[in-house]
């Protein structure tokens, strides 16, 4: 079930219904202009690509490869969807078209994120238990160069929004932290140190601050960090909270909590009271709606 919350009206629906209460729906994602939301279902059968218009209409289904897609992702100009597909350890990444559902394969790898520009993809290559690099690839010729230049192990490179960096997570030092680098792989900059493993950075709409959820408390929790290492927050105590999405106004920060109390919450980027948005495990990623 794709489940849209309004916070000004503190009510939900559910805009992608189907009669099956025994299929899955995951990896919905908002539209750049929040007009469609795509989300991989076996409503179907096999794991495929549907849209979804934000008024709750039928949804279309886009792929038909019996392949297993998640980790949905649109283009910033709203054309394009990467998307990966995972067979025993091996992912790859593809992209489709939104407009004529046509399948493009990118590389074998997985975690990507889209250069502000469009032009770009960032990912993690290699199979999921190896060691691997961080990848840039054009979307036009496919060329692909490594800036991660072999150090460490790298997983969740994030484009910053305004493309200047690259956040990522790597165990090159002392244990799993948060570093930044250039889109070319200079400038590698640790941002976090100290105990606990540090991991999925996120940015702030305006390249400011990055979120992350982190151990360094005990059990993982949400954290805070500007862009340059300095004034890290730490947002929740209650543990088991998991990937940090920013609003569009970068005021507010959604999580996903798999502890007693589990579901979808929401905080003041600044720290406070969580507001809990929903009951029982909700399955991810979360996406807010475009301003």
């Given amino acids: 079930m794709i489940t849209a919350y309004d916070l000004k009206l503190k009510s939900s629906v559910n805009l992608a219904p189907h009669a099956n209460h025994n299929t899955w729906d995951e990896s919905a994602v908002w539209s750049p202009h929040g007009e469609h939301i795509a989300f991989a279902s076996n409503r179907d059968g096999a794991w495929e690509i549907y849209v979804a218009d934000a008024r709750g209409s039928e949804p279309y289904r886009l792929t038909n490869n019996y392949d297993n897609e998640s980790n949905l992702n649109w283009s910033p100009d709203g054309k394009w969807l990467s998307y990966e597909t995972l067979q025993f350890t091996e992912a790859k990444i593809y ?118 959820m982190s151990t360094r408390a005990g059990s993982f929790n949400i954290f805070t960090i500007d862009a340059n290492g300095k004034n890290m927050r730490q947002l929740t105590t209650s543990g088991g909270n998991w990937n940090p999405v920013w609003s569009p106004d970068g005021n507010s920060i959604a999580y996903e909590n798999w502890r007693n109390e589990s579901g979808i919450y929401v905080i003041a980027a600044t720290g406070g009271i969580p507001e809990r948005l929903s009951n029982g495990q909700a399955y991810g990623p979360i996406s807010w709606r475009p301003k």
């Fill in 95 to 212: 992209l489709l078209n939104v407009e004529t559902g046509k399948n493009q394969f990118v590389a074998r790898g997985f975690g990507e994120s889209w250069s502000p520009d469009g032009k770009q993809l960032v990912y993690r290559e290699g199979p999921y238990f190896n060691k691997g690099d961080l990848v840039t690839v054009r979307v036009d010729s496919l060329k692909k160069v490594a800036i991660s230049k072999g150090e460490g192990n790298n997983f969740d490179p994030r484009w910053s929004p305004d493309g200047q960096k690259i956040a990522f997570t790597s165990n090159r030092h002392d244990g799993w932290k948060i570093f930044t680098m250039n889109p070319d792989g200079s400038d590698v900059t640790q941002l976090t140190h100290d105990t606990g493993v540090d991991w999925t950075p996120t940015w702030s709409p305006d390249s400011k601050r990055i979120a992350f």
